[in-house]
């Protein structure tokens, strides 16, 4: 080894200032900097090498795919703020009450539609945790099954199409976003069907967990129900169906449709009688905040991956990745582990922008399929999501979670629904046919 111990020690360093707390736009730049500086020292960095940054930023700035980011979120935002989502999860939960685990079930379903619908994690699990699970302790549901399958349900945001995970993937991994929302939908599905399944077995083994919703509490009924459904799920659904549609069909560039979306949820608003000034002045600002975020992510990062390449550090690392015990297969149990062990404590676009521009070169050399394993590492984030005791989801639960409900209810809720993220996990990487069979069926 050269000068690489550099480029190891600036990442070790890097990876101490973010565990000390510090935001990682500035952790990416403060590191950076800092061995940019010994570099020069000890004669192995030309400030040359800097004029390759504005290339480097302007160019990713000019990818289309990003603005997919801001629509997507916008649209989120308004589905969140207008009560469009609390209307979809009252009906559906009326609709499926009187059956046992129906609440339980109305959380997979609406967990599942509205990850469609919005993309973005936090706002699912708030939003469901502060409309179903008061509802569902007050009628008697077993809180570790309530608050499992809500956390769960709610990060399905992290893996279905339109995910940030995946636009964000798209842009580091370099496979086209509209691949990697074809090839993350039978995955994401699968693994709703497991929570689905795992919700009706345990409420036909455990009837006293997961009761039927009392006649009182369905306050719509016959027509006036019909209606209901037709007013509060058929349109959102339509709407979540043409916007992925689209893409999938290749009508619309996913930007595109984002765009398309944003404006589809504005007229639902309107249509409940709901928009107005504040609602969208209130989802441009979280729009902005998410916006701001990865951008800035993404120029500090840009920075520490100049510094870290020229240090050597790139080159050493796909060595060491290629040359693995088991080659192949060596690389991607090793990848998986990684990104299981940095989701516990990182933002799934820290991770992007810390661990992808090292692994894809690595999977690029071992043949293996980006967009196979682009989604491989959007579940393995939504497994790290929930995972005790730091897992995000289970944070963003607990934050809106009623007095009744305990923390260790939420972190033993979460771990079967955690197993189950494991399965999909294993059934992806031994049958990548689920992952490629869309793609090859789009791209045909």
Sequence with gaps: MGFEWLAIAMFVFFFVLILYGYPVAFSFAGSAFLFMVLGLLVGVFNLNWLKLLPNRWFGTMSDFTLLAII?????????????LAERLLTTIGIVLGPLPGGLALTVVIVGTLLAAATGVVAATVIV????????MVRYGYNHQLATGAIVASGTMAQLLPPSLVLVVLSDQIGVGVGDLFLGALIPGLILSGLYALYVVV?????????PPLPPEA???????????????????VLLIFAVLGSIFQGIATPTEAGAVGSIGACLLTAMNRNLNWKLIKDAARS??????????????STFFGLVFDRLGGQDYVQQLLINLPGGYWGFVIVANIAIFLLGINLEFIEISFIAMPLFVPAAQALGVDLVWFGVMMAINLNMAFISPPVGFSLFYLQSVAPPEVKTIDIHKGA?????????????VILFPQTVTWLVQQGGG
């Design 415 to 427: 771990i079967p629904f955690m197993f189950l993220q494991g399965l999909a996990l294993i059934i």
């Design 202 to 210: 345990v409420a036909f083994i455990r009837r006293d967990w997961a």
């Design 287 to 300: 729009t902005a905040n998410i916006t701001a975020l990865v951008i800035m992510i993404l120029f500090c």
């Design 71 to 83: 629509y997507f979120v916008f649209m989120g935002a308004v589905f969140e703020k207008s009560g």
């Design 128 to 135: 469901m945790g502060l409309l179903s699970l008061p509802v």
């Design 218 to 236: 369905r306050t719509h009924q016959g027509w006036q129900l019909v209606r209901e459904v037709m007013v509060s799920v058929v349109p959102p």
